[in-house]
């Protein structure tokens, strides 16, 4: 079975752009989140959505934005782009929303705002 | 307010040899799962092992141990018989069973095993 694919592995933008990531889960999984990783630190916490609702967001700005379609696939869009939001964007993918669900974790996304 | 810390910035251990790679973990929760990741240098997250806070048994799988103290709020990973392949970032994370979805990870370990 296909793991959590994302899309594209690697973007260059521009302070001020805008930039659309996407996610493809896991068949089966419902819920999709959303993490950045910084350089040197761990994962945190943007986005959750399952069965297409928002269901948590982490201390971001509204700059950040996110949609979860019909078919559970995912985009996270930011806008407005700053040198700060350069990092790993991380989509992850659980079979539910439950404390038990382990995340399973795409490749990642390489943003690099220059 | 729940928090996950990993004092290890590094690790070194000789390859077949054990180590043991430390969490600890704050929460008000009495229902939480606990999760270690590995993170190689090519940036993918890889899930290895789950701990539920009501589990009497630790959990293990194949080569992964995670050695739960839930009095001291602990839950440290074990990694027995180490391979050059296990050199990589260790996350320990958290998610808490009511409220709140997001999953809170530590800083990392750095585990590089030496030939």
């Known amino acids: 079975d296909a793991g959590v694919t994302q899309s594209p592995t690697h973007l260059i933008k521009t302070r001020g752009q805008q930039v659309t990531l996407r996610c493809s889960p896991i068949?089966?999984?419902?819920?999709v989140s959303w993490y950045q990783q910084v350089l040197g630190q761990g994962p945190q916490f943007i986005f959750q959505y399952y069965e297409k609702e928002e269901r948590g967001r982490g201390n971001f700005p509204d700059r950040f934005s996110a949609r979860q379609f019909p078919n559970y696939s995912s985009e996270l869009n930011v806008n407005a782009l700053l040198l700060g939001d350069s990092a790993l964007y991380l989509c992850?993918?659980?079979?539910?929303?439950?404390?038990?669900?382990?995340?399973?974790f795409g490749n990642g996304t390489r943003l690099t705002v220059t | 307010a729940q928090k996950i810390t990993q004092t290890q910035p590094g690790m070194f251990v000789q390859e077949k040899e054990a180590v043991t790679l430390d969490c600890t973990y704050d929460?008000?929760?009495?229902?939480?799962?606990l999760f270690w990741y590995k993170q190689p240098s090519s940036g993918e997250m890889i899930f290895l092992i789950y701990?539920?806070?009501?589990?009497?048994q630790n959990a293990t799988e194949g080569r992964y141990s995670l050695n739960f103290q839930k009095a001291r709020k602990s839950a440290n990973l074990v990694i027995s018989a180490s391979q050059l392949g296990d050199s990589a970032m260790y996350f320990c994370a958290m998610r808490e069973g009511s409220g709140t979805y997001k999953y809170i990870f530590g800083t990392g370990t750095r585990l590089k095993v030496l030939a």
């Open positions: 929460t008000s929760d009495q229902s939480y799962g």
């Open positions: 701990q539920g806070s009501y589990d009497e």
């Open positions: 992850a993918s659980s079979p539910g929303s439950f404390y038990n669900s382990p995340l399973h």
């Open positions: 068949s089966g999984h419902k819920s």
